[in-house]
C-alpha cells in the first residue's frame, strides 16, 4: 500500500517499465496483497509534469 499522490506513482511506474495497476481505496483493502495490484490512498494532487524526480520541489511539502 502506498500513502501519496496519484501523478507521482504512475510517473514513477512509468519510469520502472513496469505493468503494475493501480487500485485507489479510501480504507485498507480487505484482500490484502496482489501481485502486480498496488493499493494507493491519495494524499495529494501534484502537478506531476513540472516534478524532477531526485531534486526537491516546494509542492512536494505542502499540506493539502
Given amino acids: 500500500m502506498i500513502f501519496g499522490d496519484q501523478g507521482v506513482l504512475w510517473k514513477t511506474i512509468h519510469r520502472l517499465g513496469t505493468d503494475a495497476t493501480v487500485e485507489i481505496f479510501k ?25 524532477r524526480f531526485g531534486k526537491p520541489d516546494r509542492a512536494c511539502g505542502q499540506q493539502w
Avoid: M, W
Fill in 27 to 51: 480504507e485498507a483493502p480487505e484482500e490484502g496483497y496482489s501481485p502486480r495490484k498496488i493499493f494507493l490512498l491519495p494524499l495529494s494532487h501534484l502537478t506531476t509534469p513540472s516534478l
